[in-house]
């Protein structure tokens, strides 16, 4: 087996040759977490990551990109590929895997778009006309589309591209509440959503102690379907898609763990993760999840008080 750009081809002679490819593109943007301590500048971005699985003719793509400018980034990027889009996946409901949504369906108004009836709940919650004009837009600001739509509710729990299934895998509380992964079994790859990071600090702000023991139980989850590819949602410009980061993602959330409990104050418990975890990007998310997780101790970074952990803390 090779797998070479994220494509998998059998090459052993009498092995089944798949029907299926897939692809990534990654875009880099500005972390939104305000007033992190100094000493991280150059680490203070994060990126998001689509995936499109396609066969000989047509093509499912999983996840979208926030700004209006990484959408037609994405548009020109599925276009060229030659496939017909035939439906797009959302694995879950934060902004930054599903505000494309209206570009994508103007440019390929066939598609069908989809997600799970928590997950299209929650979304409906995000895209309210208030919410956008309080939160998205002052973080984004010029760059949130102005036609946003939530998915259709997937009736069951499996999408068909060109005669193979993608199933739908529930799991949970990961980043946020309701999340899912895609498994394509015939070629071995799970797109994670946001369960899996790559070199990324992971998102906990949503996240209490019984919630981190749900995100773990995800991570078993994913082992155990045996991938040989694992999409991470946020990662490094060049992602290797490799399975270890599960390991990865599961030793930092229990560091966490261990950090909360060894440390009294959002300094401390940012500071000891940091030591842990030096070089992964997007430092802000685990600034904003520190001052959640230890919320007296809001000294001199910031003079204004803490608000909702949405708030200080969110991935995008």
């Given at each position: 087996m090779a797998v070479l750009d994220g494509e998998v081809s059998f090459i052993e002679k009498g092995e089944y040759m798949p029907k299926l490819?897939?692809?990534?593109?990654?875009?880099?943007?500005?972390?939104?977490?305000?007033?992190?301590?100094?000493?991280?500048?150059?680490?203070?971005?994060?990126?998001?990551?689509?995936?499109?699985?396609?066969?000989?003719?047509?093509?499912?793509?999983?996840?979208?990109?926030?700004?209006?400018?990484?959408?037609?980034e994405l548009l020109d990027w599925v276009a060229e590929s030659g496939k017909n889009l035939t439906t797009i996946y959302v694995t879950h409901a934060h902004a930054d895997h599903f505000f494309g949504l209206k570009l994508l369906l103007d440019r390929f108004p066939n598609a069908r778009v989809f997600a799970t009836a928590s997950s299209v709940a929650a979304m409906q919650n995000q895209i309210s006309p208030d919410f956008i004009k309080s939160f998205w837009e002052p973080r984004f600001p010029g760059q949130v589309p102005s036609q946003l739509i939530a998915p259709e509710i997937l009736d069951g729990d499996t999408i068909h591209l060109e005669g193979e299934e993608l199933k739908v895998v529930e799991l949970g509380h990961t980043d946020t509440k309701h999340t899912t992964a895609l498994h394509v079994p015939s070629v071995g790859l799970v797109i994670s959503g946001d369960a899996v990071y790559n070199n990324t600090h992971p998102y906990?702000?949503?996240?209490?102690?019984?919630?981190?023991?749900?995100?773990?139980?995800?991570?078993?989850k994913i082992e155990a379907l045996h991938p040989r590819a694992v999409v991470a949602g946020h990662g490094v410009l060049d992602p290797d898609s490799s399975p270890r980061h599960i390991g990865e993602?599961?030793?930092?959330?229990?560091?966490?763990?261990?950090?909360v409990a060894s440390t009294s104050t959002a300094m401390q418990l940012y500071e000891k993760m940091l030591t842990l975890h030096p070089s992964r990007v997007n430092p802000g998310s685990l600034w904003g999840t520190a001052k959640i997780v230890k919320p007296a101790a809001q000294i001199w970074w910031r003079s204004r008080p803490a608000k909702s952990c949405r708030d200080e803390g969110t991935q995008t």
């Open positions: 490819n897939w692809k990534l593109l990654t875009k880099k943007r500005g972390s939104s977490t305000q007033g992190v301590p100094p000493g991280k500048e150059d680490l203070a971005w994060v990126t998001n990551t689509v995936t499109l699985i396609y066969g000989e003719r047509d093509a499912v793509l999983v996840d979208t990109f926030l700004s209006v400018q990484h959408s037609k906990l702000a949503e996240c209490d102690e019984q919630a981190r023991g749900e995100w773990l139980r995800a991570l078993d993602t599961r030793n930092y959330i229990r560091d966490f763990n261990t950090s």
